[in-house]
């Protein structure tokens, strides 16, 4: 009987080099995909109390950045 974990295993007889392969292609993708967003969400935080807050939202806030401080800054 299966396990309710298999769907996302490898088989047991790849080879270990490939299981940290994947893991270390997840784990890039995933700081890839989120940092930008926990960059835009923590500055957000910090400036949205003010009623003149400088960011409007997600988007205005990525392309101000990006405007401002270089495409690379997020």
Not at 19 to 31: D, N, P, R, T, V
Request: aromatic share 6%.
């Amino acid at each position: 009987m299966a396990s309710s974990d298999d769907y996302e295993s490898l088989p047991e007889s790849m080879h270990p080099a490939i299981h940290m392969a994947a893991g270390a292609l997840a784990g890039i993708g995933e700081h890839c995909v989120m940092y930008p967003v926990d960059v835009v969400k923590t500055r957000m935080q910090c400036i949205n109390p003010d009623p003149h807050a400088k960011y409007r939202g997600i988007i205005h806030a990525i392309r101000q950045m990006m405007a401002n401080e270089g495409f690379f800054r997020p």
